[in-house]
């Protein structure tokens, strides 16, 4: 994404993370500790959740990323 303002280039930081749906409850529990810890980490705070792995397609992340490249 290039800023009108100064022209410089900048590429926006998500965190994708992946439940699979038919997981076990307590591992569920696990992965959002493990989630909210890591998502701390890395102080990023667009993060986005999925259930299925086979919803990741880059249509879809170009509709999850349009709304931070026209935020600015």
């Not at 409850?25 to 493990?34: C, I």
């Not at 990023?44 to 249509?59: A, D, F, H, K, S």
Request: some cysteine; overall charge negative; proline content about 4%.
């Amino acid at each position: 994404m290039e800023h009108k303002d100064d022209g410089r280039v900048s590429y926006p930081l998500c965190f994708i993370f992946i439940t699979p749906r038919d997981c076990k409850p307590e591992l569920q529990m696990m992965y959002a500790g493990s989630k909210l810890s890591l998502q701390k980490e890395i102080d990023v705070t667009r993060v986005y959740e999925l259930r299925e792995l086979e919803e990741l397609t880059e249509e879809w992340l170009q509709s999850k990323l349009s709304n931070v490249l026209y935020y600015r």
